[in-house]
């Protein structure tokens, strides 16, 4: 029972594009969202969130739109760069027991082409 | 600014070895996380701490134990190591946004 799916194992986009990275949820209890990306050997690194209560989040080139009622999440970069080759994992939280338990996709694997 | 560190980064064992892998954070977090991450899946949550003193049980915690006797250590153990341990482990901590080690390389023969 996937709770959080990203369905393109792989997206591949030109340089100077718009790159648009896809993640659908079924638990309506998460009120927070968010992006990570992975470089290999590497760990995770938080690039942008969104809480429940908006439907767009805004940083530099990133941008995340939310869909509550399609329960859907995507991230919006804008113009790709060579450097935003990687792995990128979205991840939904909800308080559980004291915690706030992060469940993540199985990711997205972006090649930016020169 | 090291934030969360993690060691060691790679280790062979043979099954029925045990480790201890140990996180450490400088950012003062009272949560703290330890995540394993295989081939063509998220990462899953194994054990968790909301606070010195205090663990609590993943999504997969089964094989593993955890202790959290500082507030900025979180240490997971495998008593005895099985090949169906072989993963990439991360720790992390935080609340909200959670920040994450550069993981840990375990293969289990």
């Known amino acids: 029972d996937q709770q959080v799916k990203q369905n393109s194992p792989s997206l591949s986009v030109q340089e100077g594009r718009i790159s648009i990275l896809n993640c659908d949820y079924t638990?309506?209890?998460?009120?927070?969202f968010l992006w990570y990306k992975k470089y290999p050997a590497e760990g995770p690194t938080f690039l942008i969130s969104i809480s429940s209560i908006k439907d767009k989040n805004e940083d530099g080139r990133f941008t995340v739109f939310l869909n509550k009622s399609a329960k859907h999440l995507s991230l919006h970069i804008v113009p790709s760069q060579p450097g935003d080759s990687a792995v990128y994992f979205c991840?939904?939280?909800?308080?559980?027991?004291?915690?706030?338990?992060?469940?993540f996709g199985q990711g997205t694997r972006l090649t930016i082409n020169p | 600014n090291a934030g969360v560190t993690q060691t060691p980064k790679f280790r062979v064992l043979k099954t029925g070895q045990s480790m201890t892998l140990l996180c450490a954070q400088d950012?003062?977090?009272?949560?703290m996380y330890w995540y394993r991450q295989d081939p063509g899946m998220g990462l899953r949550l194994i054990h968790y701490?909301?606070?010195?003193?205090?663990?609590a049980k993943g999504e997969v915690p089964d094989g593993y134990n955890v202790s959290r006797l500082k507030k900025q250590n979180f240490l997971l153990g495998l008593e005895s190591a099985a090949p169906s341990q072989t993963s990439v482990y991360f720790c992390?901590?935080?609340?909200?946004?959670?920040?994450f080690g550069a993981g840990t390389r375990l293969s289990v023969l």
């Open positions: 701490s909301v606070g010195e003193g205090t663990t």
């Open positions: 991840a939904a939280s909800a308080l559980e027991e004291g915690a706030q338990k992060l469940v």
């Open positions: 950012m003062n977090h009272e949560y």
């Open positions: 638990n309506s209890m998460f009120d927070y």
């Open positions: 992390a901590s935080g609340r909200n946004i959670q920040y």
